[in-house]
């Protein structure tokens, strides 16, 4: 959920240009005041349990295997992503006509 001015938007998008573009994702956005007016409640209620997180905390908290996770996830696509089905399937039918 973000509050952008009047509007609220709830979903399971992010915004990048993956989520956008090749994802499929959902994002609502409301603009009803009672809607907006909840959702500045429900997200005062979460800020008041978080705690800020400095940078140079933050990176005395993460190890090499973090590091290492992070790296493979970038180099390494999920057999599920709907961008390497399609391009390993359209590389794979030019291998298939080399052949």
Not at 58 to 65: A, E, M
Not at 71 to 99: I, N, S, T
Request: proline letters at 5%; charged letters at 25%.
């Amino acid at each position: 959920m973000f509050i952008v001015d009047e509007q609220v938007y709830v979903g399971s998008s992010n915004l990048d240009a993956r989520s956008l573009n090749i994802n499929y994702e959902l994002l609502v956005r409301f603009s009803d005041p009672s809607v907006v007016n909840e959702a500045h409640s429900i997200f005062a209620e979460v800020l008041a349990l978080c705690r800020r997180i400095e940078l140079t905390s933050w990176r005395r908290s993460r190890n090499p295997l973090d590091e290492a996770d992070g790296a493979v996830g970038l180099l390494c696509p999920r057999p599920d992503d709907p961008w390497w089905r399609e391009e390993g399937e359209v590389l794979a039918l030019g291998v298939r006509r080399q052949l």
